[in-house]
């Protein structure tokens, strides 16, 4: 496999820090595979209730992971569908907002006054999840998230966490970057 970069205004650099990023391993995914994890996603965010916060989530789980591929759809559908849920407010008033809080994602915690605390709670639960530092999710985020979050809905919400991290990890492993093959 040739080496490619990724060529920005500044020179070429790696697409993941310190990592020479290289053509995709391979574009195969089993079709059976690939057709099942999109019904357990669609699934799961239907149960969920909410697509801005189910973009949020899935946003920050593939910034965790690493993953290019996936936060470039994810930022884009979490952009359409702010403007989508927009009330009392222009859709493209709405969508630069959503570029905003976007922006602060990586820094949600920091940043409190820009997501509710059913996301503030959805994200650290997203984190937990994504992380498993401790081998765990620690009783305290599951119970902060389960404050916010319906039994039902909280099933929902771990199977969307569950299954982007899953994307993330099949797209990362296989090096699969934005506007390259899929599949």
Known sequence: MEPVRCVDADGARAL???RLQVTA???HLDMGVRDAMI?????????????????LVMIRASQINECAFCLDMHVDLAVEKNGESAVGVSPARAKSAAWGRIALLNAWAEAPEHFTEREQAALALTEAVTVLTDGFVPDATYEA???????????????VITVINSWNRLMV???IV?????W
């Open 173 to 175: 492993s296989r090096r």
């Open 16 to 18: 993941h820090r310190g």
């Open 39 to 55: 019904a357990l996603g669609a699934a799961a965010k239907k149960g969920l209730g909410d697509p801005v916060l189910a973009e």
């Open 178 to 182: 934005p506007g390259g093959p899929q």
């Open 145 to 159: 998230a389960a404050k916010h979050f319906g039994e039902d809905e909280l099933a929902h919400l771990l199977g």
């Open 25 to 27: 391993r391979t574009t």
